[in-house]
């Protein structure tokens, strides 16, 4: 069955500094990988997705990710912190054909002043 | 606007009662979805339908049920038989069968059910 891992539950950055999340995903095929956000008591809001085509895709809020796939990785990042980025951050792979996203366990950024 | 609205945002439940959670969206999307969240854990499938009549148990079915019986609403029954049901509730939904596995699920506000 698919899945997804994600590194560290909690990740803590300064403003202004690089933000990294990471996320690996276990498919003998590339799936349709997905990053989402989510804010305090509210639902989650899609910040960029890879089906096909360029490796490296930009979403929304200045956060970007890149598939690798020779890593199983798809990593979001982001060059500068904002205080406005402290959130709870998920990736999800969804199988080619299938209709179910399939969720890792989240990662909490902290942005500190 | 168009979007998904989820109600009631808090919800409180004794032992033994069932409950029913609302999933309403205008987006004329023809997948739905439910999950759970609980600290730590991610977002788990309970169910869901890709048209209207239909819908699959997701990864943790059990103590649940729910109804399509319109393209816009799902709802959630949280049944006496979910051993440990306090925990948010989030309901989705995506354009379905045409767009495929790319599709982009969007997301309601969620329900925070709490077992007192």
């Known amino acids: 069955a698919q899945s997804v891992t994600q590194l560290g539950s909690h990740v803590s950055v300064s403003e202004g500094a690089l933000v990294l999340l990471r996320c690996n995903y276990s498919?003998?095929?590339?799936?349709?990988l997905f990053w989402y956000v989510q804010y305090p008591n509210q639902g989650l809001q899609l910040l960029l997705k890879?089906?096909?085509?360029?490796?490296l895709v930009k979403g929304i809020n200045g956060f970007e990710a890149e598939f690798k796939k020779s890593e199983t990785s798809f990593h979001l990042t982001k060059p500068s912190a904002h205080m406005s980025d402290a959130a709870e951050y998920f990736c999800?792979?969804?199988?080619?054909?299938?209709?179910?996203?399939?969720f890792g366990q989240g990662t909490r950024l902290t942005i500190n002043p | 606007d168009g979007g998904i609205t989820q109600s009631p945002k808090y919800l409180f439940r004794k032992e033994g009662q069932n409950v029913t959670l609302s999933c309403e969206q205008n987006l004329n999307h023809d997948a739905m979805y439910w999950y759970r969240q609980d600290p730590g854990q991610g977002l788990r499938l309970i169910y869901y339908?890709?048209?209207?009549?239909?819908?699959q148990k997701g990864d943790i079915a059990e103590g649940y049920s729910v109804s399509r019986e319109k393209k816009e609403s799902f709802p959630l029954t949280v049944t006496s038989a979910q051993k440990n049901p306090t925990a948010f509730y989030l309901c989705?939904?995506?354009?379905?069968?045409?767009?495929?596995?790319?599709?982009?699920?969007?997301f309601g506000p969620g329900t925070r059910l709490t077992v007192l």
């Open positions: 498919s003998s095929v590339p799936p349709y």
């Open positions: 890879y089906t096909t085509g360029a490796t």
């Open positions: 989705a939904s995506s354009r379905g069968t045409s767009g495929g596995s790319t599709d982009t699920q969007y």
């Open positions: 999800a792979v969804s199988d080619r054909g299938a209709q179910k996203l399939v």
């Open positions: 339908s890709q048209i209207v009549n239909d819908f």
